[in-house]
């Protein structure tokens, strides 16, 4: 693939737009290649390893979304203290309703503080053996008292296989180039029967033109559902379940139809309302395989 062909759908990119309201020095002469056909956003650059590490550990820790967190007990002893359990929790009962199997082995990709990993163990598997993908590693404590075994990559985690992978709000963070290689390794780590839930925010530039007013700095690909989902059936897992989830602005019914109402009469988009996250199940259960021990 060319910086000009999008990885989901290999059409040619219609349009290049400027990165949305850039806040750190590395993104801001980045431009975004535009497929007309899934709606895929990527940035087309390629960005230096070392540089993308350093802004992570520095700038991004500065507009970091986490507030400051209690020590591990008392953050898993309060849901309050939890970053976004509810969206955990769906996540997991979605899990649950295409699971075949109870899983022996669950894997989040990105774990972050572990809230995932422990309303999986608390809420829904307690036997099962939880893995983290977390380089970073202020993290460490949170997942070892969730009894997770912390690796750094997808390399370090090859030497097992599982029945779930959790992949929430980490997709879009990778390059182009990267995206492709590590969905095949999470097929290749699935057990037989295994599932991937994965979770992106819904950045449909085409369907949502206002969306180029936000910031979505460190975003570097951005998906609408059609090419979220082309995506994994490209790196052979099949979809089960997919939808959009979630309201970016407005919470409530009568809210959001009003506001919906007024955007259209004022013949602007319906970004306010447009619901702000793709979420999917791929991987489909293969009935005449054992599941791997």
Request: charged share 20%; aromatic share 8%; net charge neutral.
């Amino acid at each position: 693939m060319t910086a000009s062909t999008c990885i989901s759908c290999s059409s040619e990119f219609a349009r290049v737009i400027d990165y949305p309201m850039p806040v750190s020095e590395l993104f801001s002469d980045l431009k975004i290649g535009l497929c007309p056909k899934c709606g895929l956003g990527a940035v087309l650059s390629q960005i230096d390893a070392q540089r993308l590490h350093l802004y992570y550990e520095q700038d991004y820790a500065k507009l970091a979304k986490r507030h400051q967190r209690p020590a591990p007990a008392a953050y898993f002893a309060d849901p309050a203290h939890m970053f976004k359990p509810q969206r955990s929790r769906s996540q997991l009962r979605l899990a649950a309703s295409h699971l075949s199997c109870t899983p022996r082995r669950i894997l989040d990709l990105g774990a972050g503080f572990g809230t995932t990993l422990h309303l999986a163990r608390a809420e829904f598997w307690p036997e099962a053996e939880l893995t983290a993908i977390e380089p970073d590693l202020s993290m460490a404590p949170y997942l070892h008292t969730v009894g997770a075994e912390v690796v750094p990559g997808i390399e370090q985690a090859a030497q097992n296989s599982y029945n779930l992978i959790i992949a929430s709000h980490v997709l879009e963070h990778y390059q182009a180039f990267e995206i492709m290689e590590l969905l095949h390794s999470v097929r290749k780590l699935l057990a037989p029967r295994g599932i991937v839930v994965a979770e992106v925010p819904n950045s449909d530039f085409a369907a949502y033109p206002d969306i180029a007013g936000h910031s979505h700095e460190p975003h570097l690909l951005f998906f609408s559902q059609e090419s979220f989902t082309s995506l994994f059936k490209a790196c052979g897992l099949p979809i089960l379940f997919a939808s959009t989830v979630g309201s970016l602005r407005y919470r409530g019914l009568v809210a959001g139809v009003v506001e919906k109402l007024r955007r259209r009469l004022a013949g602007g988009s319906e970004y306010g309302v447009h619901r702000s996250a793709v979420r999917i199940v791929a991987g489909a259960p293969r009935h005449d395989e054992m599941s791997r021990s």
